[in-house]
């Protein structure tokens, strides 16, 4: 599939099959965040991979019950490594460029299980501290985002988007 048909399939999946992701599957997933971006190539992120089912309800609960993290059979926690960057870039390096660099490695992971076949929605709203508890994770390590992952049991349609006229501004 070309990348152009790859962004049009990506969907936000919220329900998912009872079937497991593969391990060779997930590891081209975490090989393709590996390969996003990233400021001074400093890859300040960390990525927790969530397989165990009480690791993933936890972070349903964390999200403010988006139960769909617990359905799904793996959920990739990406969190900021502020130390990486900041050692390089000072505070913006740590409040920013960390954000952005565990943000592309999302995306890029997002991209991955679409082209494989499987589904993952963004997750933004949550408690962070609920889930530096569920993941184990330092307090140096700010979540950003959850992508629960998995084969879809839902195929949602496409939704609307703004016209470019609306958000694009020529110079």
Not at 26 to 40: K, N, T, V, W, Y
Not at 95 to 124: E, P
């Amino acid at each position: 599939m070309d990348y152009f048909e790859l962004i049009r399939r990506r969907r936000s999946v919220r329900v998912f099959a009872r079937k497991p992701v593969e391990d060779a599957k997930l590891e081209q997933i975490l090989e393709a965040a590996r390969a996003a971006p990233s400021a001074g190539n400093l890859q300040a992120y960390e990525i927790y991979v969530a397989r165990r089912p009480e690791v993933r309800s936890a972070l349903a609960a964390a999200a403010l019950g988006q139960d769909f993290i617990r359905q799904a059979p793996v959920a990739l926690v990406f969190c900021t490594h502020a130390a990486r960057s900041s050692s390089r870039y000072g505070e913006r390096g740590s409040r920013l460029y960390t954000v952005q660099d565990a943000t592309i490695a999302c995306t890029f992971a997002m991209l991955a299980a679409t082209a494989l076949g499987l589904g993952s929605v963004w997750v933004g709203a949550f408690r962070d501290e609920e889930v530096w508890r569920a993941i184990g994770s330092p307090k140096g390590h700010q979540p950003v985002a959850i992508l629960p992952i998995g084969y879809p049991g839902e195929k949602p349609e496409p939704t609307g988007r703004r016209p470019l006229a609306e958000f694009v501004h020529w110079l």
